[in-house]
């Protein structure tokens, strides 16, 4: 394990901002940076949450099986977040799955018994590692009221604009967004079908505000899209 290396990656991370020298060289100390080919899994239900993970590169989606064995995503991580943290809200064993996607990842492996010797010390790093918990818990919440109060067809684009917004890369009047997720992971997150996803796909391309490819989203009518996610599209 590169210790230095370790600490030079850990301060670009937004959670480690500002965070004093020796407070990160303890973490960078206890660190240990993995990585994992496409489609693999990072962990299963069931196993420790003895560690936290924080992503480096790829993309990795988190999620559970239903009782009939369908895959539930709650998110999609993407570089610099958290994911596997509930065990430091004491969390014993997961109650979830993390697998990488269409790509290699790269992420850092953090005990939590190690952490949280040090979050004892730097009420900062504490306060931050429970706000990104407590922003998880608000994303859940958010998703659950929006599968309760909003019609199919605007859950949909509206995980297409926050996407967009999100990773999306302007190019003049357009923005493009890497397509990483198949159109079953979008049903997944929605709580649509796949069938639906590729109707709202088709006809918001058809109405000239989205192109698409296997590949990539082209959003050629921004107003557009933020409209339709503003009055709905019932």
């Known amino acids: 394990m590169d210790i230095q290396a370790n600490y030079i990656h850990l301060e670009q991370f937004n959670l480690f901002d500002n965070i004093p020298r020796e407070v990160l060289e303890e973490v960078s100390n206890f660190t240990t940076l993995r990585t994992r080919p496409k489609n693999s899994y990072v962990y299963h239900p069931g196993d420790p949450s003895e560690v936290l993970f924080i992503l480096k590169e790829g993309r990795i989606k988190v999620g559970n099986y239903s009782d009939d064995g369908r895959e539930v995503i709650k998110a999609i991580i993407q570089p ?9 809200a004491g969390e014993v064993k997961r109650n979830e799955f993390a697998i990488t996607m269409k790509e290699e990842c790269s992420f850092y492996m953090v005990y939590v018994a190690d952490l949280k010797v040090v979050m004892r010390d730097n009420p900062e790093l504490s306060l931050r590692l ?14 659950l009221e929006s599968i309760i109060f909003k019609d199919s067809r605007t859950r949909v684009v509206e995980f297409i604009k926050d996407m967009v917004d999100k990773v999306g890369r302007v ?20 709580g649509t079908s796949r069938q639906f996803v590729t109707s709202v796909l088709n006809e918001l391309k058809r109405d000239k505000i989205i192109k698409f490819d296997r590949n990539t989203i082209l959003v050629s009518d921004t107003k557009g899209l933020a409209l339709l996610t503003s009055t709905g599209l019932a």
């Not at 190019?171 to 929605?190: K, S």
């Open 130 to 143: 429970i706000d990104r918990i407590g922003s998880r818990i608000r994303r859940t919440e958010s998703r």
């Open 80 to 88: 610099g977040e958290l994911f596997g943290e509930m065990g430091l």
């Open 171 to 190: 190019f003049g009047d357009e923005v493009l967004l890497e397509h990483f997720l198949t159109h079953q992971d979008i049903a997944n997150l929605t």
